[in-house]
Nanobody, 121 residues
Framework: QVQLVESGGGLVQAGGSLRLSCAAT????????MGWYRQAPGKQRELVAHVTSSGTPTYTDSVKGRFTIARDNDHHTAYLQMNSLKPEDTAVYYC???????????????WGPGTQVTVSS
């Protein structure tokens, strides 16, 4: 069984910083993409950033220059450093990972339960 364990959300003032972590646990053979999505009230879930197993990042335009995604392959963990936060960054942030398990080596999408990020003006 695979789980994604998220941490690091919270309340911060505009201009502040938060760091999200996502650790994949279980009988993991390999992890491909790891990333973060977010969903604000009344809006669709959107990609924030993801990073390949070789460390190549992709960002949505609204966070470029402010957010940095990184990963630790040895510990199946991804990090999202969020700087210069804005009220419009307020959302529930979900970790996503494409993981193959030892049981069948098939790659599947896994999601974390979500962590709230609130940015006050």
């Amino acid at each position: 069984q695979v789980q994604l364990v998220e941490s690091g959300g919270g309340l911060v003032q505009a201009g502040g910083s938060l760091r999200l972590s996502c650790a994949a646990t279980g009988t993991i053979f390999g992890v491909d993409l790891m990333g973060w999505y977010r969903q604000a009230p009344g809006k669709q879930r959107e990609l924030v950033a993801h990073v390949t197993s070789s460390g190549t990042p992709t960002y949505t335009d609204s966070v470029k220059g402010r957010f940095t995604i990184a990963r630790d392959n040895d510990h199946h963990t991804a990090y999202l450093q969020m700087n210069s936060l804005k009220p419009e960054d307020t959302a529930v942030y979900y970790c996503n990972a494409q993981i193959a398990i030892y049981a069948d080596l098939r790659t599947r999408d896994y999601w974390g339960p979500g962590t709230q990020v609130t940015v006050s003006s």
